[in-house]
């Protein structure tokens, strides 16, 4: 949940804890800046591996919507084993759990600094309260989708059932539209978050590219999940 300014902190409160550290206990100081500095970058890049690529398999399993129940089932609900459902969900909720309570833990810390600019300002804004109505999103996603069917209804949600909801429940069509557009602002957010955060400041024409690279990533994102939405909304009037 770290945004593109919010990368480049750790650098500035190491260089502050150093100073002050000079006039004596600067070998605690200086662990404690480089544990914190290193816990961010690894917390910052789970956000992006493993979670950021489960995020992009799963909006396009989705689109397989376009060609029916039977298919969207086949790709988004069926697991060769329990055991292989199990590995998934470990390998992705984790590293989600660790990455969104680094970020929670952040959140009231971070300040926009004065020498950015109003793009800058916006984008960071845009970040934190993506990260908000993520965690929202997710929650309910996850006990609506798998828990509850799972654990109510002894099986995965049926594509008719969530197809229906997209058509005729308000609330339900709002909330995925609303959540594709927080998960592909913040994951595509986070690529040049990451790349700052791990060193990828080569001038002006670096960060230029980066900036483009996630802006297209957004868009990429955005037509995935919102094409999917299309498809089940469509397919819950016929």
Known sequence: ??????????????????????????PVRA?????????????????LLPVGVWTVNHLWDNLAALRGGAAWERAVTEHSSPATQAVTLAVVL????????????????TRVPRHVGRFASLRHGLHRLSALGLLLFLGAHLWLALIRPRLLQGGPEPFEHLAHQMRFHLPTLVVYVLGVLGTAYHLANGLQAVG???????????MSRLSLTSGA????????GWTAVWALWRAGGG
Not at 18 to 24: L, P, V
């Open 1 to 26: 949940m770290a945004s593109t300014i919010e990368a480049e902190r750790p650098v500035g409160a190491g260089e502050r804890h150093g100073q002050r550290s000079a006039a004596g206990a600067r």
């Open 31 to 47: 662990g404690v800046v480089a544990g914190t500095f290193l816990g961010s970058k690894l917390a910052s890049l789970l956000g």
């Open 94 to 109: 984790v590293p989600l759990l660790l990455h969104s309570g680094w970020g929670l833990a952040r959140l009231p810390r």
């Open 196 to 206: 700052v955060g791990w060193g990828l400041r080569f001038g002006r024409g670096t």
């Open 217 to 224: 990533a957004f868009v990429v994102l955005l037509a995935m």
